[in-house]
């Protein structure tokens, strides 16, 4: 199945030779750092990999959804999930409020650096006890004057250490009795502000090279004209940004898990055990047709919604399909694809390792499994 023109198939070449030459030889040792060189933004800007979708006004390519998807397929073979991560959470998690409810004002002051690279962007809008519940944000934000004075903290932030721009979403009222989402509202606040504050790196299982922080908000003043939208729809903003985290995150995954495949194939291919090929083996042959038929219904689902959004038709419920099935299957194939590898698939020298641990995070993050299950079931009237 493929949904993409010459202009995705030039545009991919573009994307996989940048991968080979200037990022694989580089994963382990990021891997190691514990985060990618901010060096490595400006050159993926130079190349038009930020803000593809953005007007040219503002430096963006102009660009449809399938470019998007092309770039975050590529960016989840580099056998680097960390930095799939970090640019989807730049390019279409975090700049999207800015570029969806930013003021023209705004748009013209930051997007251009963003999609130069010389701008690193976070979204900030999960807490420590808020999770998948976005609606609990105790982030509290007060006017005064013109500005507002926001005081909170925030938790599980990617790209949270080395940003220069963090999309913040604080409480400005205490919302109606049984809508709690109402006063919730978006700032673009910049990493100089004065009370704003990375309180630490935090050390995860997988996407190592991706930092994540905990932030933290004491007398925070932000300049009243970087609000995002209106005051107190900062919640649906949230939401509707969510559905491009979602489907983003199925896009990669995805991609990831057929690179995966593929790595395990060429393994079972050349693996001798008692006399030939693993790859001769029954059980061996049949996990793989397992997970290749499993691959491809991800895929079609994926591709499917894919088309319903950039067609702009409500497509909830199959971006939560999408966000559920493909975080599922990711499990098996990645527990399928060390199994097969054996004891080598045990050893961090093996990507298939690195693989394993980095998708544990898919039933997790951008909502959990569970809430997608919700979702869906609210959306079919249950």
């Not at 030779?17 to 990021?30: C, D, G, L, Q, R």
């Not at 093996?350 to 979702?375: A, H």
Request: with cysteine; hydrophobic share 40%; net charge neutral.
């Amino acid at each position: 199945m493929t949904i993409f023109n010459e202009q995705h198939a030039m545009f991919r070449q573009a994307v996989r030779s940048f991968v080979e030459k200037e990022v694989a030889p580089h994963i382990e040792e990021w891997e190691e750092a514990g985060q990618i060189p901010k060096s490595l933004w400006p050159r993926m800007g130079q190349l038009g990999f930020l803000g593809v979708e953005y007007d040219e006004t503002y430096g963006g390519g102009g660009a449809d959804f399938l470019t998007t998807v092309v770039l975050n397929e590529e960016l989840a073979r580099s056998r680097c999930a960390s930095l799939a991560m970090a640019v989807g959470v730049h390019t279409d998690m975090a700049s999207p409020h800015l570029y969806w409810a930013g003021s023209e004002a705004l748009k013209e002051k930051y997007l251009p650096a963003i999609c130069r690279g010389e701008a690193l962007s976070a979204i900030a809008v999960t807490e420590a006890g808020g999770g998948s519940d976005v609606a609990a944000i105790k982030t509290r934000a007060v006017a005064d004057g013109d500005h507002y004075v926001i005081n909170g903290s925030k938790m599980f932030i990617t790209n949270g250490v080395l940003a220069d721009l963090y999309f913040v979403a604080a409480r400005l009222g205490p919302g109606a009795q049984g809508r709690r989402h109402q006063g919730i509202s978006m700032f673009l606040v910049e990493r100089s502000t004065p009370g704003f504050s990375v309180s630490r790196k935090l050390d995860k299982m997988g996407n190592r090279a991706s930092d994540t922080a905990e932030l933290a908000f004491q007398d925070m003043r932000v300049p009243g004209e970087n609000l995002l939208g209106q005051e107190g729809k900062g919640f649906y903003e949230v939401m509707r940004v969510f559905q491009r985290e979602r489907l983003v995150a199925g896009i990669q995954t995805v991609a990831g898990c057929e690179r995966a495949l593929e790595d395990t194939i060429a393994y079972v291919q050349q693996r001798q055990a008692f006399g030939e090929p693993l790859s001769r083996k029954q059980v061996v042959r049949h996990k793989i047709a397992d997970m290749a038929t499993l691959l491809e219904a991800a895929r079609r689902l994926t591709y499917a919604a894919c088309l319903k959004f950039q067609s702009r038709e409500d497509a909830v419920k199959e971006i939560s399909m999408v966000k559920l099935f493909c975080g599922d299957i990711a499990q098996k194939i990645a527990y399928d694809c060390v199994q097969l590898h054996g004891g080598y698939g045990y050893m961090r020298e093996y990507p298939v390792e690195r693989f394993f641990r980095d998708v544990r995070l898919l039933t997790i993050g951008g909502g959990t499994s569970e809430i997608m299950k919700e979702i869906i079931a609210k959306q079919m009237a249950l």
